[in-house]
Nanobody
Framework: QVQLVESGGGLVQPGGSLRLSCVAS????????MTWYRQVPGKEREMVAS?????????SYEDSVTGRFTISRDNSKNTVYLQMNNLRPEDTAVYYC???????WGQGTQVFVSS
């Protein structure tokens, strides 16, 4: 059974940075593209950043985070990261990871950007 565990969220001031981590277990991690999503109450979950698999590690980003967020992965640790810089209040959300939404969602990690 695949398990996804997100961590690294917290309260940060506008302009600040956070690094999120997602550890995956129960799968051959390197075979799967991974995506970070975020969700705010009352809205649908949206894609934030994705990274391809099999060593290509090609990233893609939602427009509003391009240039501020960086997705990366460490296949030896079954972990995908999201480095978030220059955070804005509108980045406030619960952040989740998944692979094409094929697995059960983890608990997510809350990011709160406020002065």
């Amino acid at each position: 059974q695949v398990q996804l565990v997100e961590s690294g969220g917290g309260l940060v001031q506008p302009g600040g940075s956070l690094r999120l981590s997602c550890v995956a277990s129960g799968l051959t991690f390197e075979q799967y593209p991974m995506t970070w999503y975020r969700q705010v109450p009352g809205k649908e979950r949206e894609m934030v950043a994705s990274i391809t698999s099999f060593g290509g590690n090609y990233p893609s980003y939602e427009d509003s985070v391009t240039g501020r967020f960086t997705i990366s992965r460490d296949n030896s640790k079954n972990t995908v990261y999201l480095q978030m810089n220059n955070l804005r209040p509108e980045d406030t959300a619960v952040y989740y990871c998944n692979s094409n939404q094929r697995f059960a969602w983890g608990q997510g990690t809350q990011v709160f950007v406020s002065s």
